[in-house]
């Protein structure tokens, strides 16, 4: 199937960052064909032909880490400490997670994941990855799969500490299940889910594994400081500095968070080429201002992830994005530091960089995947446009997503997603979610008097 958008501002993202004014883009199976001015005699038979005036088409959105398994339970865990968040509220809710709920769970935030432009998104690591890859192909996303991973640990729920080699013989099955699945779209990552739950050996043993199976690899790290404080006591040094001494950093170890970091450190990620990924939102609610500038201007491939359900309450990457051009403008009372243009960078092409999918996706340029949104920037928050990429990462919202495509296959068309019988799944959303809730033990104390009319 070949499909046509005509008369389009294409905003590519290529290496010149140039944008098409009035441009059509060919879609040809499941890769962009032609950019340019294409007349209807050039164009395959039976081609659909899409007009798009007045339309902005961007590289579909990359969100970088973001939990599928915690969908569910957003809202379970606002205004507490990090403690409480962890242990009597997000860990309990996560364990009682059947595959079914997984499977609920993802594709609810699949959902809401389409809804604010993002076409490929890298799982940070849940208990059913077979359940979040049946959702992936219901919904045609595009994906990394991930097991949260951890041979060490203490306090944590039954059966998430395995011995090493479960840990790891358990990703290899996943590994060879998923990755490379439905043409390609799905990926499988390997998972250390941080410093405190992985053991060196996991830690070496994966990075070897990996290595030997041309994947990538998530970490949590330089979170809190009481992670660095853990990691000096137990290794010698901080989380980062550690994993450099044991020899595995390097582009295909994903650093989330990276919030905590020395200058030192963030020289380290650029001497090994790893990327970071930064999620604003979670970053704001819990952890701190994370220093991403400094990553950006060291040329680390920084990407943007909306983490946490229960964290950023909106899993929502517009609403990233916008966060991530602000916060650091604010905290470093600069308003100069990571313009419009490196944060749409990290949305998309850096995004994937760090992935290390950047050869398919995060740009539209011929022979690339046609991984796409349009934009309807006739939106009373969105208009007037004055500067095309300013706007798009101050102004625009995700209810002006209005279409998108994954590899050619139009997965939402006019807001609506295709794949799912959206209604109903809120109604499932509504009723597994206090299921689970009560299955976990998770009671919220009252925060205003309720008054029972009825
Ligand atoms: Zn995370």
């Known amino acids: 199937m070949s499909v046509l958008l005509r008369n389009a501002t294409i905003v590519s993202m290529n290496g010149r960052r140039e944008i098409f004014a009035d441009a059509d883009l060919l879609v040809e199976r499941g890769r962009i064909a032609a950019i340019g001015a294409l007349s209807d005699a050039e164009l395959p038979p039976g081609t659909e032909i899409v007009d798009l005036s007045g339309r902005i088409v961007l590289p579909g959105l990359v969100d970088a880490h973001v939990h599928t398994s915690q969908q569910l339970g957003r809202g379970i865990a606002d205004d507490v400490d990090l403690l409480t968040w962890l242990r009597d509220r997000i860990w309990p809710f996560e364990s009682h997670l059947t595959e079914d709920d997984q499977h609920l769970s993802t594709l609810a935030l699949g959902v809401e994941m389409i809804r604010s432009g993002v076409t490929t998104f ?14 992936v192909i219901q919904l045609g996303l595009r994906a990394a799969l991930c097991r949260s991973s951890m041979d060490t640990g203490e306090g944590l729920p039954a059966g998430w500490v395995q011995p090493t080699e479960t840990v790891l013989g358990r990703q290899i099955d996943e590994h060879d299940r998923w990755h490379g699945a439905a043409d ?21 043993k994966t990075k070897e594994i990996a290595d030997s199976r041309g994947t990538s690899i998530q970490m949590h790290v330089a979170e809190v400081p009481a992670e660095n404080a853990y990691a000096q006591e137990t ?36 001497e090994h080429r790893m990327p970071a990924v930064h999620c604003p939102s979670s970053n704001m ?32 990457m517009i609403d990233e994005i916008y966060l991530a051009a602000l916060i650091h403008k604010g905290h470093r009372a600069d308003p100069l530091v990571l313009p419009a243009e490196r944060v749409l960078e990290m949305a998309t092409v850096s995004g994937a960089r760090a992935m ?35 706007t798009l990462v101050y102004a625009m919202h995700s209810r002006a997503v209005t279409d998108s495509m ?9 807001r ?15 009723a597994r979610s206090a299921l689970i809730a009560k299955r976990a033990g998770i009671t919220l104390p009252e925060r205003s008097p309720v008054v029972r009319v009825r």
């Open 122 to 135: 890298s799982e940070a690591g849940g208990q059913h990855v077979d359940a979040m890859g049946r959702a």
């Open 285 to 316: 609610r819990i952890l701190g201002f994370a220093p991403i500038p400094d990553l950006v201007a060291a040329g680390v491939p920084v990407g943007i992830g909306t983490d946490s359900p229960p964290c950023c309450n909106r899993s929502d």
């Open 356 to 390: 290390r999918w950047d050869d398919e996706i995060g740009s539209l340029e011929v022979g690339k995947a046609a991984d796409l949104i349009v934009i309807d920037p006739r939106d009373i928050g969105v208009l007037p446009v004055h500067d095309l990429v300013s």
């Open 184 to 204: 390609g779209r799905i990926r499988h990552f390997f998972g250390l889910r941080t410093i405190f739950n992985c053991s060196d050996e996991l830690i070496l």
């Open 235 to 270: 290794r010698g040094a901080s989380t980062i500095e550690h994993l450099a001494r044991l020899g595995v950093m390097g582009p295909n170890l994903m650093g989330i968070h990276c919030v905590w970091l020395t200058p030192r450190e963030v020289e380290l990620f650029a």
């Open 416 to 430: 609506r997603v295709l794949g799912i019988d959206e209604d109903a799944l809120l109604g499932e959303i509504a």
């Open 406 to 414: 994954v590899a050619g296959r139009w997965i939402m068309r006019g």
